[in-house]
């Protein structure tokens, strides 16, 4: 019993050490601010899923930062229209430059979604990506996957609770940051393995 106990502590330990070093590393990605500017980009594309992401992303498209805006993953029952009502400043922008993506149900739906919406509109080099900063690297690894050659931007959408420093101390911040950094591993594993096998 002593042995497997030992075999356990020496075979456990590294991994432990070793998700604890990479969950470092997933939060150091995570930026606790949106940045101050952001370059122009041809296209803009928001993930839906989070608080404030597709506001902060109508607010960013109507100061001129892109020249089409993809809102991916909306639920069917919402239109343009209800998005137009919401934001009402922006409502002759959203009439004419904002498309919705409707079959996405994942980001990895988003990220195709993307690819086929920039093929669809001849968006061929840059796009500025606008979703929760918890959720940024794997949005980001998702949409490379699918969209190599892009200058992909991020602009992540920061809430209150995460812009605090002490978050940890939040069991709610801990929960998402924690279940964010897990699927972000198996889309890293699940991406490895297709460009192996491509």
Not at 167 to 190: F, Q
Request: with cysteine; glycine share 6%.
């Amino acid at each position: 019993m002593k042995r497997w106990a030992n075999l356990s502590l020496i075979v456990g330990a590294p991994i432990l050490g070793g998700l604890a070093i990479s969950f470092q590393l997933f939060l150091a990605q995570i930026q606790q601010q949106p940045p101050a500017q952001v370059e122009h980009a041809q296209g803009m594309v928001v993930l839906t899923g989070g608080a404030d992401r597709v506001a902060d992303a109508i607010e960013l498209f109507s100061r001129g930062y892109a020249d089409r805006l993809l809102i991916t993953g909306v639920n069917q029952a919402i239109t343009k229209s209800e998005i137009a009502r919401l934001n009402p400043r922006s409502r002759d922008l959203i009439e004419c430059c904002v498309d919705l993506g409707y079959e996405a149900i994942n980001t990895i739906g988003n990220a195709r979604e993307a690819r086929d919406w920039v093929e669809q509109n001849a968006i061929s080099q840059s796009l500025i990506v606008v979703t929760s900063n918890y959720h940024m690297p794997r949005a980001m690894a998702e949409l490379r996957h699918e969209l190599p050659q892009y200058d992909l931007r991020a602009y992540p959408v920061v809430t209150l609770r995460m812009r605090d420093a002490s978050w940890w101390r939040s069991l709610h911040a801990v929960r998402v940051l924690g279940t964010e950094y897990l699927k972000y591993l198996v889309a890293l594993a699940r991406l490895t393995i297709l460009d192996w096998s491509a």
